[in-house]
């Protein structure tokens, strides 16, 4: 089984919709963080976990908000979703320390309409 | 602030030719760290090789060269006698340590094409 998994992989939604992206991993990892992947930008990152209790925005929170379920658990949301808000979604995660890799799961397709 | 080009924003070569992706930074950090991932056709991410600001030595696995210098900060990707499978998106990244979580900054990538 993957280490990081991301449910939906792919969501086609409608502009105005609240809408959820799940990111769980069996790693034992402390870090997670959200990043969005858009064509020609390379990928940006939208919130970043240190731990269960603390949570910190990115280079585009804007339009975003996170929720720290659990260690293994780390979720997106979009409140209000809109057109600019289609892309790929990754979640990631990592050991604690800025030399550490991050271990991306498979990526959620989001379309907004 | 922290910045990465990857000025190359496609590559296409025949099979067995040696490519050098560029990447170059920018930070005013005097520790960091610099990464390359790679992301082939089917969307995940792989991470490949991490390098810290203070070791300069290059790094060779396998076809896969770095090269990493300081004084024109820039971390060069080489592949020696390319393969179809080396086709992919390839990332170059910095990392902005923030009390111990790593706030990777990516370039926007380069899309490597190898034909057979």
């Known amino acids: 089984d993957a280490d990081v998994t991301q449910t939906p992989r792919n969501r086609i939604t409608k502009t105005g919709k609240r809408i959820m992206l799940e990111c769980s991993q069996t790693?034992?990892?402390?870090?997670m963080y959200w990043y969005r992947q858009d064509p020609g930008l390379g990928l940006r990152l939208i919130y970043y976990?240190?731990?269960?209790?603390?949570?910190n925005k990115g280079e585009i929170s804007d339009g975003y908000s996170v929720s720290r379920q659990a260690q293994a658990k780390f979720s997106l949301s979009l409140e209000s979703a809109i057109p600019n808000q289609t892309a790929l979604y990754f979640c990631?995660?990592?050991?604690?320390?800025?030399?550490?890799?991050?271990?991306f799961g498979p990526g959620t397709r989001l379309t907004v309409l | 602030a922290q910045k990465v080009t990857q000025a190359q924003t496609e590559i296409s070569v025949v099979e067995k030719e040696d490519v050098t992706l560029d990447c170059v930074y920018e930070?005013?950090?005097?520790?960091?760290?610099l990464f390359w991932y790679k992301q082939p056709p089917s969307g995940e991410l792989v991470f490949l090789i991490r390098?810290?600001?203070?070791?300069?030595q290059n790094e060779i696995s396998g076809r896969y060269s770095w090269n990493f210098q300081k004084s024109t900060s820039s971390f060069n990707f080489t592949i020696t006698a390319s393969q179809v499978v080396d086709s992919a998106v390839y990332f170059c990244?910095?990392?902005?340590?923030?009390?111990?979580?790593?706030?990777?900054?990516f370039g926007q990538g380069t899309r490597l094409t190898i034909n057979p």
């Open positions: 990631a995660t990592s050991e604690g320390g800025s030399y550490n890799e991050q271990f």
């Open positions: 790693k034992g990892h402390d870090r």
């Open positions: 976990s240190f731990d269960v209790k603390d949570i």
């Open positions: 930070t005013r950090d005097t520790t960091y760290y």
């Open positions: 390098r810290n600001s203070f070791d300069e």
């Open positions: 990244a910095l990392s902005d340590n923030v009390q111990g979580a790593q706030k990777l900054v």
